[in-house]
């Protein structure tokens, strides 16, 4: 069975970073790549970002662009996200998946989420 695990959360002032962690702790998982998603109170999941494990591109949301580093190893089904530069509305639960497909970078394209891990950045 495969069973990803987000760590890394917590409280942090605006400016400040944090790194989250996805490992699966399940059977080894062969995917197209990763990715990390956010869902924030009474909203919607929005992609972050994603890494390809074929040639190691990565993409990420407008939003985080500058800010958020993804990176991650594919024979050990993990990933990181660096989080630099935060601000309040970086606040939300964090989510890591597997991709299954490239059609799109919406959720739809992800499967196997964790539980999440939440971050919270402080005015």
């Known amino acids: 069975q495969v069973q990803l695990v987000e760590s890394g959360g917590g409280l942090v002032q605006a400016g400040g970073s944090l790194r989250l962690s996805c490992a699966n702790s399940?059977?080894?998982?062969?995917?197209?790549?990763m990715g990390w998603f956010r869902q924030a109170p009474g909203k919607e999941r929005d992609f972050v970002a994603a890494i390809r494990w074929s040639d190691g591109s990565t993409s990420y949301a407008d939003s985080v662009k500058g800010r958020f580093t993804i990176s991650g190893d594919n024979a050990k089904n993990t990933v990181y996200l660096q989080m630099d530069s935060l601000k309040p509305q970086d606040t939300a639960l964090y989510y890591c998946a597997f991709r299954l497909d490239f059609i799109t970078r919406t959720r739809q394209s992800f499967g196997y989420w964790g539980q999440g891990t939440q971050v919270t950045v402080s005015s």
């Open positions: 399940g059977r080894t998982f062969s995917s197209l790549g």
